[in-house]
């Protein structure tokens, strides 16, 4: 390989982690000076001198794929796996602003796998699952989500009752548009305990 093919490849190494969330600076840059010594190697000569690497840590917060995102200091915590910014967030994120709930100001949304740690610390006031294994998980049930819909249910949660409304995933809608009119309707329910002002074409 000549020593522009060494560069292009030393370049295409890095971006494998430049933008990769959850890496600190000083982990890519330990990173890079590995990149450019095994480059230097390979192309037959020796690692001169330590280049600068201006790294930063990456931002792993609420918006991280997969993790939490949302208030931190949700009136309404919605639970169920949803991905960071495929169709189904994009169809969320429309279901949400439609009864006045938005990640900025007032709900936040996790996934199954981290629920109960976040409702210790955060105890929300209502809890909305999507779909049926986060409905199964909290209701500890085996019933689809369309026997468990429609109602409000008592979750207990360090020491305190939340109510908790079970419907349709969003990628059950995209999957079937005849989940809409219920799941609408579920929404509905909840905004009328939130004390949502009504929209208009109800």
């Not at 200091?73 to 919605?78: A, N, R, W």
């Not at 967030?89 to 996934?111: F, P, R, W, Y």
């Not at 949660?157 to 999957?175: C, K, M, Q, S």
Request: charged share 25%.
């Amino acid at each position: 390989m000549d020593r522009a093919g060494r560069a292009l490849t030393r370049i295409s190494l890095r971006g494998l982690f430049l933008y990769n969330t959850g890496m600190t600076a000083q982990e890519k840059k330990d990173v890079a000076f590995f990149i450019d010594l095994a480059s230097s190697l390979a192309g037959g000569g020796y690692f001169q001198e330590e280049r600068e690497y201006s790294f930063q840590d990456d931002n792993n917060d609420s918006d991280s794929e997969g993790g939490p995102k949302g208030a931190p200091d949700p009136l309404v915590m919605v639970i169920g796996d949803v991905s960071g910014s495929g169709e189904d967030a994009l169809l969320l994120d429309k279901m949400l602003v439609s009864i006045g709930l938005s990640k900025e100001s007032n709900c936040i949304i996790t996934n199954v796998g981290e629920y109960e740690g976040r409702l210790r610390s955060m105890k929300p006031g209502f809890i909305l699952c999507l779909g049926e294994q986060a409905s199964r998980a909290l209701l500890h049930s085996a019933e689809p989500v369309e026997k468990l819909r429609g109602k409000f249910f008592n979750y207990e949660a360090a020491g305190a009752v939340i109510p908790l409304l079970a419907t349709y995933h969003p990628g059950d809608l995209l999957r079937n548009g005849e989940f809409k009119r219920p799941c609408w309707d579920d929404l509905r329910m909840l905004r009328a305990r939130l004390g949502c002002t009504a929209l208009s074409g109800d």
